[in-house]
């Protein structure tokens, strides 16, 4: 950051609401800021599916214990982080040094002076940890040695973002407690409810459709056709306004591997950054921190091999993070269309049906990955295993149907 962004009252770069779930709390929790951040968050107990007749739905997240995640401002999640760290006697923070290059075997990075002066300024450390985001410099480093696997993926979608104030009463204009969803086959809109009383609305859609919406008749004419029940509460003008004076912007997956070389470790974005629409970027960051000090934790009784730690890591976190930056994508699907669709309904039911009676046998894959500790590898596995249970069960069925009709055929 070019200045420390607890001095700002708005958040720097994109403000897509984070979405904290168990995998971020409890990394949270042993820090002791777990409470803090609960108390700031607003609980999102189930999605409110809106229909294009302005008709609404519920679609809860965890219909047997109830339980949620929160919506919590990437700003104060941000400046709550700085002012812990702080605390830290061994900690320093430095604002306005743009990294400008290094070694990775010494833990060597190089920054440019804050001030403006010639020359770089350098940091030695026994570790470095690149947290530095999706378009990562400590990454670009990495990219130089050999055997280091990288790709990236763009959508073809990319995304907006809106606001729905307060009422006039200074309350929320629509239900709290939900995640809201517009779902509409190729695109969509979703809003997260803010501890103002306003929402952060987000339009995921093509490009191509972007660029096809030039004027104010054709953006309300959209609106009014696909989002009739939110014009109301967007406001005509501020929707014009906030469509017009700014871009949509990219959403990019982005794998590699491994995490580490020589004294530098990759977390974060910077290792597996992906689209938001499972809500596991935050979360799958801070699952990276708790594993990571778990296993520096288990070193201080092991000789203090560092190496191998790193080289744990990688191995451990590279088959989770690919997973769920897979199922990230698959859920955009699953929101702006799926969610429509009666086989869905019907999966969800099954499954919900199934986590009632058989709790510690069948877990939906949203709980496994929302509300558990379950590795996202394992969570992939454990739904392919189900689908093939229900495909099993179902041909049986079939088999048992179609003997039966031919039996009552022959004795007729």
Same mark, same amino acid.
């Given at each position: 950051?070019?200045?420390?962004?607890?001095?700002? @009252?708005?958040?720097?770069?994109?403000?897509?609401?984070?979405?904290?779930?168990?995998?971020?709390?409890?990394?949270?929790?042993?820090?002791?800021?777990?409470?803090?951040?609960?108390?700031?968050?607003?609980?999102?107990?189930?999605?409110?599916?809106?229909?294009?007749?302005?008709?609404?739905?519920? #679609?809860?997240?965890?219909?047997?214990?109830?339980?949620?995640?929160?919506?919590?401002?990437?700003?104060?999640?941000?400046?709550? =982080?700085?002012? $812990?760290?702080?605390?830290?006697? &061994?900690?320093?923070?430095?604002?306005?040094?743009?990294? @400008?290059?290094?070694?990775?075997?010494?833990?060597?990075?190089?920054? %440019?002076?804050?001030?403006?002066?010639?020359?770089?300024?350098? $940091?030695?450390? /026994?570790?470095?940890?690149?947290?530095?985001?999706?378009?990562?410099?400590?990454?670009?480093?990495?990219?130089?040695?050999?055997?280091?696997?990288?790709?990236?993926?763009?959508?073809? &979608?990319?995304?907006?973002?809106?606001?729905?104030?307060?009422?006039?009463?200074?309350?929320?204009?629509?239900?709290?407690?939900?995640?809201?969803?517009?779902?509409?086959?190729?695109?969509?809109?979703?809003?997260?409810?803010?501890?103002?009383?306003?929402?952060?609305?987000?339009?995921?859609?093509?490009?191509?459709?972007?660029?096809?919406?030039?004027?104010?008749?054709?953006?309300?004419?959209?609106?009014?056709?696909?989002?009739?029940?939110?014009?109301?509460?967007?406001?005509?003008?501020?929707?014009?306004?906030?469509?017009?004076?700014?871009?949509?912007?990219?959403?990019?997956?982005?794998?590699?591997?491994?995490?580490?070389?020589?004294?530098?470790?990759?977390?974060?974005? $910077?290792?597996?950054?992906?689209?938001?629409?499972?809500?596991?970027?935050?979360?799958?960051?801070? %699952?990276?921190?708790? =594993?990571?000090?778990?296993?520096?934790?288990?070193?201080?009784?092991?000789?203090? /091999?560092?190496?191998?730690?790193?080289?744990?890591?990688?191995?451990?976190?590279?088959?989770?993070?690919?997973? #769920?930056? /897979?199922?990230?994508?698959?859920?955009?699907?699953?929101?702006?269309?799926?969610?429509?669709?009666?086989?869905?309904?019907?999966?969800?039911?099954?499954?919900?049906?199934?986590?009632?009676?058989?709790?510690?046998?069948?877990?939906?894959?949203?709980? $496994?990955?929302?509300?558990?500790?379950?590795?996202?590898?394992?969570?992939?596995?454990?739904?392919?295993?189900?689908?093939?249970?229900?495909?099993?069960?179902?041909?049986?069925?079939?088999?048992?149907?179609?003997?039966?009709?031919?039996?009552?055929?022959?004795?007729?």
């Amino acid at each position: 950051c070019p200045t420390d962004p607890r001095l700002s @009252t708005v958040s720097q770069g994109r403000s897509i609401n984070l979405a904290m779930s168990r995998r971020a709390r409890a990394a949270l929790a042993l820090v002791g800021l777990e409470g803090e951040l609960l108390r700031h968050g607003i609980p999102m107990r189930a999605r409110m599916i809106h229909g294009p007749a302005g008709d609404t739905r519920e #679609i809860p997240y965890d219909q047997r214990t109830g339980q949620c995640i929160y919506s919590v401002g990437r700003k104060f999640l941000n400046d709550v =982080l700085l002012s $812990a760290a702080e605390k830290n006697p &061994h900690v320093r923070l430095h604002f306005g040094h743009k990294m @400008t290059g290094g070694d990775l075997d010494e833990g060597r990075i190089e920054f %440019e002076r804050a001030d403006g002066g010639a020359g770089t300024v350098q $940091a030695v450390g /026994d570790l470095v940890v690149g947290c530095d985001g999706a378009y990562s410099g400590v990454r670009r480093l990495f990219m130089k040695k050999p055997m280091f696997n990288f790709s990236q993926t763009y959508i073809e &979608h990319g995304y907006m973002e809106l606001r729905i104030p307060p009422t006039d009463d200074g309350e929320f204009a629509m239900p709290p407690n939900f995640l809201h969803i517009w779902p509409r086959g190729e695109f969509m809109m979703i809003a997260l409810p803010n501890q103002d009383r306003s929402w952060t609305v987000t339009l995921f859609m093509p490009f191509a459709q972007f660029e096809a919406v030039t004027t104010d008749r054709e953006l309300l004419t959209f609106f009014g056709k696909h989002f009739a029940d939110a014009v109301p509460l967007l406001g005509e003008e501020a929707l014009v306004r906030d469509f017009f004076r700014s871009k949509p912007q990219p959403l990019v997956s982005i794998k590699c591997g491994p995490y580490h070389a020589g004294r530098t470790l990759l977390l974060g974005d $910077a290792a597996h950054a992906m689209v938001p629409f499972f809500g596991q970027g935050m979360n799958a960051g801070f %699952e990276d921190v708790r =594993l990571l000090a778990g296993l520096l934790d288990a070193l201080g009784g092991a000789g203090g /091999d560092l190496p191998a730690v790193l080289r744990r890591f990688s191995e451990h976190r590279n088959p989770d993070a690919e997973a #769920i930056c /897979d199922l990230a994508m698959y859920n955009y699907i699953e929101m702006r269309d799926l969610v429509n669709r009666p086989t869905f309904l019907l999966r969800k039911k099954l499954d919900n049906a199934l986590y009632a009676l058989l709790p510690d046998v069948w877990v939906p894959l949203y709980n $496994a990955v929302t509300f558990s500790d379950m590795r996202y590898s394992e969570c992939v596995r454990n739904r392919m295993w189900q689908d093939q249970v229900i495909r099993g069960f179902f041909l049986t069925l079939l088999v048992f149907g179609l003997i039966l009709i031919l039996t009552v055929f022959l004795r007729s």
